[in-house]
């Protein structure tokens, strides 16, 4: 051990084993003569409360019902898009404010996925497996264009494609929420979602592996590290043993940093302070001073990195491209899953490619491959290898046809009040709608019979596609499935779009049933108790139909429908003073197009109320002289 390396508690124990084999066997220290960490195990209670916090925070919401918006970083996105107010855009604030001045504090003492991380990392050293890191040039940009994706982007997107609305939206309060869990995942996604971002990040790229490779809010904490005084800093009596650098879990090289600035320059480091604990002369402190953007750089500090250059690049094209594969695949990975996932996938496509190419490969205490002879350990490790690219490949191609489906689908520009006026909407269907529907159609349903999970975003955009092309049974089949994967709003529509379908198909009894579904998911969902009057009034049941009516009209007065189909109910009843009230009200919000005018006489011709509907054709007739019923 080198002279002046070893701390004062040590000495006292007597002559320190010049073989390193021999290990140190004292009180506080590991075999290898290191100090163990004293901040280690207050770092660890204070994330473990941290946890506990966010634990009692869904219970409160659970038993109360309302609670405090989720205090997450990725809320702020709402924040810009929206201008939704948040507690996670205040937390990521004062956050940033903090780190400004005293550097990255908040992700070593103060994240949750952090603590997963060492969690694992912790579970991988009781199993005798310690955690390497991988060092690459290239992927250490990933953090900060994942922020900038995330919390610029939706503003510059903001300002071309909607240039006459502010570049700010106007600030709304949503501090407090009812629907706590309505931005996060799944529990059947979030666990999967764990598990790559804690254990196989660690276990493949280090310790801090997702924090260095993937967290985009680590992106904008490590450049405000770089403008924050904040730093570990060194005296004197620093002698260069390195105990520091092997102690650091966030791929710092402390000891080369402190000789060289006299500090910690890397926006890597996480301030959590186990480098000061260990040093044997006490000679690193956390300090306040010049910040590291105004330092010169040199190239004394040197790092040793994991790829040559044209594996750098072979990796980032792989990222990319997994990344592409898996985001939003099946309308279930995350961003910052997908951002994990990617990460792994380079390691083992590097580590695969070298596997075949060199003649000694090792990986944590296995062997792969020795002699030019791959062992049994590297084949385990190509197996494993091999399925996770070729699911990488399988989700792409799936991606690959949900988005050219989804693409088609924007491009279809019928309206659906004019589709859903009859059974068969093929007269409003122009050449380049149908081609549209069509490439559409083949692609989502290339996506749903290669998929491996059901995607409920395009099953009701397939149905859609099928209810175009006349494939009626299909699409209220399709919109019943999307329905049982969906929840909340997404699940209302795909009910109501059903409820309407089987309305136009005249089975008024499972219209109904369905539109009640829809208005249980979301009551404030007013077209669904228009058409849900419909159903009551086919099926003569006239006066709940005119109730169910009456109250879409008090949510909505500007329903030109509805006021019509109010009208055309109290006329029938010999009401005519609120049938003239509800026509006068119709008349004033029905807009002067031909196809809407039509519309409407169509809807009240099935309803019966063929004076009405009268009108209203003579109307589009006037406006359009090709238009016939």
């Known amino acids: 051990m080198k002279s002046g390396c070893v701390s004062q508690e040590l000495k006292k124990q007597g002559p320190i084993p010049r073989r390193a084999s021999a290990g140190v066997n004292a009180p506080g220290y590991s075999r290898a003569g290191i100090r163990k960490s004293k901040t280690g195990r207050w770092r660890a209670a204070v994330l473990i409360l941290l946890n506990l916090f966010m634990i009692a925070h869904i219970i409160q919401w659970r038993v109360v019902g309302r609670t405090v918006s989720p205090i997450e970083p990725s809320e702020t996105m709402y924040t810009l898009q929206k201008g939704f107010i948040n507690a996670g855009f ?8 903090a780190t400004l001045i005293f550097g990255r504090y908040i992700c070593g003492w103060g994240c949750h996925i952090l603590a997963l991380q060492d969690f694992c990392g912790w579970l991988l050293k009781k199993m005798g497996l310690h955690p390497k890191p991988f060092r690459s040039r290239l992927l250490v940009y990933v953090p900060i264009i994942g922020a900038l994706y995330m919390f610029v982007w939706p503003v510059v997107y903001r300002m071309f494609s909607e240039p006459h609305e502010p570049l700010i939206p106007r600030f709304t309060n949503h501090l407090v929420t009812t629907n706590f ?12 979602f764990l598990f790559v971002c804690g254990f196989m990040t660690v276990y493949f790229l280090g310790q801090k592996g997702f924090c260095t490779y993937a967290c985009p809010y680590g992106g904008f904490f490590g450049l405000a590290d770089k403008l924050s005084p904040g730093k570990i800093r060194v005296t004197p009596d620093c002698n260069q043993c390195g105990h520091c650098t092997a102690t650091c879990t966030s791929n710092v090289q402390v000891h080369a940093e402190v000789k060289q600035y006299g500090m910690v320059v890397d926006p890597g480091c996480m301030k959590c302070m186990d480098c000061v604990s260990v040093c044997p002369n006490d000679a690193l402190y956390f300090g306040f001073g010049k910040p590291s953007i105004l330092v010169p750089k040199s190239d004394a500090v040197k790092r040793n990195y994991s790829l040559t250059w044209p594996e750098e690049i072979v990796g980032a094209l792989v990222f990319f491209g997994s990344f592409l594969a898996v985001r939003a695949v099946y309308a279930l990975v995350p961003f910052l899953m997908a951002l994990g996932c990617a990460t792994v ?14 003649k000694e490969l090792s990986f944590y205490r296995f062997n792969l491959k020795s002699a030019g002879k791959i062992r049994k350990t590297g084949w ?5 290898a091999c399925v996770w690219i070729g699911l990488n490949i399988h989700s792409g191609w799936v991606r690959y046809h949900e988005v050219l489906g989804n693409r088609a689908f924007q491009k279809v520009h019928l309206p659906d009040e004019l589709a859903l006026a009859q059974i068969n909407p093929a007269r409003w269907l122009n050449p380049v709608d149908r081609d549209n529907i069509v490439e559409g159609e083949g692609h989502l349903r290339a ?8 995607n409920s975003e395009t099953l009701p955009k397939l149905a859609w596609f099928e209810y175009l092309l006349g494939n009626t049974e299909q699409s209220v089949q399709l919109l019943g499935q999307a329905a049982t994967y969906q929840k909340a709003e997404g699940k209302a529509l795909s009910l109501y779009y059903r409820g309407a379908i ?6 008024y009894d499972q219209a109904q049933a369905s539109l009640d579904q829809a208005l249980a998911e979301r009551d404030d969902l007013i077209l669904a108790r228009q058409e849900k009057g419909e159903s009551l009034w086919q099926l003569g049941r006239r006066g709940e139909a005119i109730s169910v009516w009456s109250e879409a009209a008090r949510g909505n007065p500007r329903l030109a429908l509805v006021n019509n189909e109010l009208a055309g109910a109290n006329q029938s009843l010999g009401k005519v003073d609120e049938a003239s009230s509800h026509e006068k009200q ?3 919000f029905t807009p002067n197009d031909p196809l809407f005018h039509w519309m409407i006489g169509r809807r009240l011709q099935d309803l019966g109320m063929t004076e009405l509907a009268e009108k209203h054709f003579q ?5 359009d002289s090709t238009l016939t019923r």
């Open 380 to 384: 385990a490790f190509a197996a494993f």
């Open 90 to 97: 205040i937390f990521f604030s004062l956050a940033i404010l």
């Open 345 to 358: 996938t380079t390691f083992l496509t590097l580590k695969m490619w070298r596997l075949f190419r060199a």
């Open 502 to 507: 089987l309305n136009r198909l005249g089975r």
């Open 619 to 623: 109307r589009a007739s006037q406006l």
């Open 447 to 454: 996506a749903a019979k290669l998929g491996l999970f059901v």
């Open 181 to 192: 869990w309505q931005t996060f995942p799944s529990v059947a996604v979030a666990i999967p």
């Open 586 to 588: 119709a008349d004033q």
